[in-house]
């Protein structure tokens, strides 16, 4: 910005771009960052900013004022540079981004796949209960149509075994008939006498068995009818009975596949939370290690510890929030 405000006879050899703002576009920088002075205010600071008195500032003079750092102790420190030790700080880190992001990966699928998991038990048990409860009603209803079923056949039988024996009387009756017509028509005293027992057998009323027999054979009909709707209602309730058994034990089946698997769901769901835990463990290894070379600080100075410090930052930032992860950071 002030190399752009610098009019073009001004932009000569002697001014290089970049490398240092003068009082006025330092103001404007402090200001940019959110540290707004006064101009007595910046005075005072630029006093102690400018550190080779020059009247600009470079960006070095403005580190060592932002984060309170002499000259002496900035040009005595040492840094890391690209040795093996600081490599191997920089292959710790990237073992840590590879393992999170994996991990993380693994670890919001389980979560995803355990509570679709969950939620399938839920609902088949949910599936098995009522099932179960038809099945239950079924059997009831199957146990009471064969109860009526059973009820039916035996007054059936009792009805048509009225039948069978009114009809044992009517043919009873004829048969005494016939052979008295027949002693009658073989004359003498035995014909007479069978001739007076025919007209006296003939003389008794053979109407009310007949309206019996009549009434006893419609009520066998009726009540056959009977029998046979029960037994069809009692077939129908033992096949009801039937299904509902299978799709309880169906749905049986179906609960425990789905408790399997949310077992399962929840077993990698573990298994991913422990792998961020591995993670968080290998964070803490190569943050105790990268501190470790920095006590020592050898190896050249080219900012390497500031940057490895930037990165250890960025990982924890990022670091897995899901499942027990979230409580350990």
């Given at each position: 910005?002030?190399?752009?405000?610098?009019?073009?006879?001004?932009?000569?050899?002697?001014?290089?771009?970049?490398?240092?703002?003068?009082e006025f576009w330092s103001?404007?920088?402090?200001?940019?960052?959110?540290?707004?002075?006064?101009?007595?205010?910046?005075?005072?600071?630029?006093?102690?900013?400018?550190?080779?008195?020059?009247?600009?500032?470079?960006?070095?003079?403005?580190?060592?004022?932002?984060?309170?750092?002499?000259?002496?102790?900035?040009?005595?420190?040492?840094?890391?540079?690209?040795?093996?030790?600081?490599?191997k700080a920089q292959e710790?880190?990237?073992?840590?981004?590879?393992?999170?992001?994996?991990?993380?990966?693994?670890?919001?699928?389980?979560?995803?796949?355990?509570?679709?998991?969950?939620?399938?038990?839920?609902?088949?048990?949910?599936?098995?209960?009522?099932?179960?409860?038809?099945?239950?009603?079924?059997?009831?209803?199957?146990?009471?149509?064969?109860?009526?079923?059973?009820?039916?056949?035996?007054?059936?039988?009792?009805?048509?075994?009225?039948?069978?024996?009114?009809?044992?009387?009517?043919?009873?009756?004829?048969?005494?008939?016939?052979?008295?017509?027949?002693?009658?028509?073989?004359?003498?005293?035995?014909?007479?006498?069978?001739?007076?027992?025919?007209?006296?057998?003939?003389?008794?009323?053979?109407?009310?068995?007949?309206?019996?027999?009549?009434?006893?054979?419609?009520?066998?009909?009726k009540t056959e009818k009977?029998?046979?709707?029960?037994?069809?209602?009692?077939?129908?309730?033992?096949?009801?009975?039937?299904?509902?058994?299978?799709?309880?034990?169906?749905?049986?089946?179906?609960?425990?596949?789905?408790?399997?698997?949310?077992?399962?769901?929840?077993?990698?769901?573990?298994?991913?939370?422990?792998?961020?835990?591995?993670?968080?463990?290998?964070?803490?290894?190569?943050?105790?290690?990268?501190?470790?070379?920095?006590?020592?600080?050898?190896?050249?100075?080219?900012?390497?510890?500031?940057?490895?410090?930037?990165?250890?930052?960025?990982?924890?930032?990022?670091?897995?929030?899901?499942?027990?992860?979230?409580?350990?950071?």
């Amino acid at each position: 910005m002030q190399w752009n405000a610098l009019p073009k006879d001004k932009k000569g050899d002697a001014y290089v771009q970049a490398s240092s703002l003068d009082e006025f576009w330092s103001h404007k920088f402090l200001e940019s960052i959110g540290k707004t002075l006064t101009a007595i205010e910046f005075r005072q600071e630029f006093r102690s900013i400018d550190i080779n008195t020059d009247k600009r500032m470079g960006l070095i003079e403005y580190c060592i004022w932002e984060y309170k750092v002499d000259v002496k102790t900035m040009l005595q420190r040492p840094q890391g540079g690209g040795g093996g030790e600081v490599q191997k700080a920089q292959e710790l880190l990237d073992q840590v981004a590879s393992a999170f992001t994996a991990a993380q990966d693994a670890l919001d699928q389980a979560t995803k796949t355990a509570a679709e998991a969950e939620r399938s038990k839920v609902a088949a048990i949910e599936s098995e209960k009522k099932a179960k409860e038809a099945a239950e009603s079924a059997a009831k209803t199957a146990e009471a149509s064969a109860q009526k079923a059973a009820e039916a056949a035996a007054a059936a039988a009792e009805q048509q075994a009225a039948v069978d024996d009114l009809k044992a009387q009517e043919d009873a009756h004829a048969a005494k008939t016939k052979e008295l017509e027949a002693k009658a028509e073989a004359g003498g005293v035995s014909g007479m006498k069978a001739k007076n027992e025919l007209a006296q057998h003939l003389a008794e009323d053979p109407l009310p068995l007949r309206k019996a027999k009549i009434t006893a054979t419609a009520a066998a009909k009726k009540t056959e009818k009977a029998k046979q709707s029960a037994e069809a209602a009692a077939q129908a309730a033992a096949e009801a009975k039937a299904k509902a058994d299978a799709a309880a034990a169906s749905a049986e089946n179906d609960r425990l596949s789905a408790e399997k698997a949310a077992a399962a769901a929840k077993s990698d769901q573990e298994a991913a939370e422990a792998a961020v835990q591995e993670g968080q463990k290998k964070l803490a290894e190569a943050e105790a290690f990268l501190e470790e070379q920095k006590a020592k600080g050898t190896g050249q100075t080219h900012g390497t510890f500031w940057w490895l410090d930037r990165e250890l930052k960025e990982r924890k930032d990022h670091m897995p929030k899901t499942g027990s992860a979230k409580l350990l950071f």
